[in-house]
């Protein structure tokens, strides 16, 4: 068999899974964190990347604090990657967490009038919690997703998906037709909005335009579901998670829709800086946001 690049990195990754899951749940997370912070992260330019992602936004901030925040940055992404393959630990962990928030009471209502809700969130967090906590309290929850790369780990990522919550729908004209099918069923979907989008209009994000989707907020529009913000957080201890339900987003414009969502994504990542990705080219690479700076941006 000749060597492929994908199906060796996707077997690295899965046999150290496997190993991690031999060891308490607990020290798990803690391996997984500092691996991705002190190993992955760095040898992937991912602190660079982030780094760099936060100084644009604050130019004041100095290279150290930057650098310190990517970290954490990756030792939360870490702790997320492992937790997703431990269904059964994650979901008894948020049974002891926090699920609060004013847009509970109206998620509930929702779901009794038979209505489809759809929850819209970042990459903040263990954005995947939100999911497996809505999961505790007896809702199945589909999941609209970007395939991965690697087909070989996408595979198993679906797999993984799935076996939390509920079905996962790949993004492409089939997967947003069943996504949108299951919604308007009077089901619960959930998906993440914060990703560059370069065919959509810009909205403005922590004060520079970034690309933004308006799917998440044309949905609700066609099929009547409730527009849900909700956001999760990682307790001190490393271990727990706070599930936040936000008040519902009116319906009004796609537009407008729109620019709220990121108004709420915006406010939580600044209440916790070290939790969102900032790894994603949000507002383009260096080169596109040179040309949009001199007037000539043609994406």
Same mark, same amino acid.
């Given at each position: 068999?000749? !060597?492929?690049?994908?199906?060796?990195?996707?077997?690295? @990754?899965?046999?150290?899974?496997?190993?991690?899951?031999?060891?308490?749940?607990? %020290?798990?997370?803690?391996?997984?964190? !500092?691996?991705?912070?002190?190993?992955?992260?760095?040898?992937?330019?991912?602190?660079?990347?982030?780094?760099? $992602? @936060?100084?644009?936004?604050?130019?004041?901030?100095?290279?150290?604090?930057?650098?310190?925040?990517?970290?954490?940055?990756?030792?939360?992404?870490?702790?997320? %990657?492992?937790? $997703?393959?431990?269904?059964?630990? *994650?979901?008894?962990?948020?049974? /002891?967490? %926090?699920?609060? #928030?004013?847009?509970?009471?109206?998620? $509930?209502?929702?779901?009794?009038? #038979?209505?489809?809700?759809?929850?819209?969130?970042?990459?903040?967090?263990?954005?995947?919690?939100?999911?497996?906590?809505?999961?505790?309290?007896?809702?199945?929850?589909?999941?609209?997703?970007?395939?991965?790369?690697?087909?070989?780990?996408?595979?198993?990522?679906?797999?993984?998906?799935?076996?939390?919550? #509920?079905?996962?729908?790949?993004?492409?004209?089939?997967?947003?037709?069943?996504? &949108?099918?299951?919604?308007?069923?009077?089901?619960?979907?959930?998906? *993440?909005?914060?990703?560059?989008?370069?065919?959509?209009?810009?909205?403005?994000?922590?004060?520079?335009? =970034?690309?933004?989707?308006?799917?998440?907020?044309?949905?609700?529009?066609? &099929?009547?579901?409730?527009?849900?913000?909700?956001?999760?957080?990682?307790?001190?201890? #490393?271990?727990?998670?706070?599930?936040?339900?936000?008040?519902?987003?009116?319906?009004?414009?796609?537009? /407008?829709?729109?620019?709220?969502?990121?108004?709420?994504?915006?406010?939580?990542?600044?209440?916790?800086?070290?939790?969102?990705?900032?790894?994603?080219?949000?507002?383009?690479?260096?080169?596109?946001? =040179?040309?949009?700076?001199?007037?000539?941006?043609?994406?």
């Amino acid at each position: 068999m000749a !060597w492929n690049s994908d199906r060796v990195s996707d077997a690295f @990754l899965r046999a150290l899974i496997w190993l991690a899951r031999r060891v308490p749940y607990r %020290t798990r997370l803690r391996l997984f964190g !500092w691996a991705s912070g002190y190993i992955v992260a760095p040898l992937g330019g991912f602190i660079t990347k982030a780094e760099r $992602n @936060l100084r644009f936004i604050h130019p004041d901030m100095s290279r150290a604090e930057a650098r310190k925040i990517a970290r954490r940055v990756a030792i939360n992404f870490g702790r997320n %990657t492992i937790e $997703n393959y431990c269904k059964d630990e *994650l979901a008894e962990v948020l049974r /002891e967490s %926090t699920i609060e #928030g004013p847009g509970l009471a109206d998620f $509930n209502a929702a779901l009794a009038e #038979g209505r489809g809700v759809l929850i819209v969130s970042g990459h903040i967090g263990n954005y995947e919690t939100l999911r497996v906590a809505i999961h505790n309290m007896g809702h199945p929850v589909a999941a609209l997703y970007r395939p991965a790369t690697n087909p070989y780990f996408n595979a198993h990522y679906k797999t993984t998906m799935e076996s939390l919550t #509920g079905p996962a729908f790949a993004q492409g004209r089939q997967g947003v037709i069943g996504f &949108t099918r299951y919604v308007k069923a009077g089901g619960v979907g959930a998906m *993440l909005f914060d990703v560059r989008a370069s065919q959509y209009p810009d909205v403005d994000f922590f004060g520079h335009p =970034a690309p933004t989707s308006t799917f998440a907020a044309e949905m609700p529009l066609k &099929t009547g579901a409730l527009l849900l913000p909700v956001f999760t957080r990682r307790c001190e201890d #490393g271990i727990h998670h706070v599930v936040h339900f936000e008040t519902p987003i009116a319906a009004t414009t796609p537009r /407008e829709m729109t620019e709220e969502m990121t108004r709420r994504l915006e406010a939580r990542v600044r209440s916790t800086p070290d939790q969102w990705l900032w790894v994603h080219d949000r507002w383009g690479s260096e080169q596109v946001r =040179a040309r949009r700076a001199q007037g000539s941006d043609n994406e």
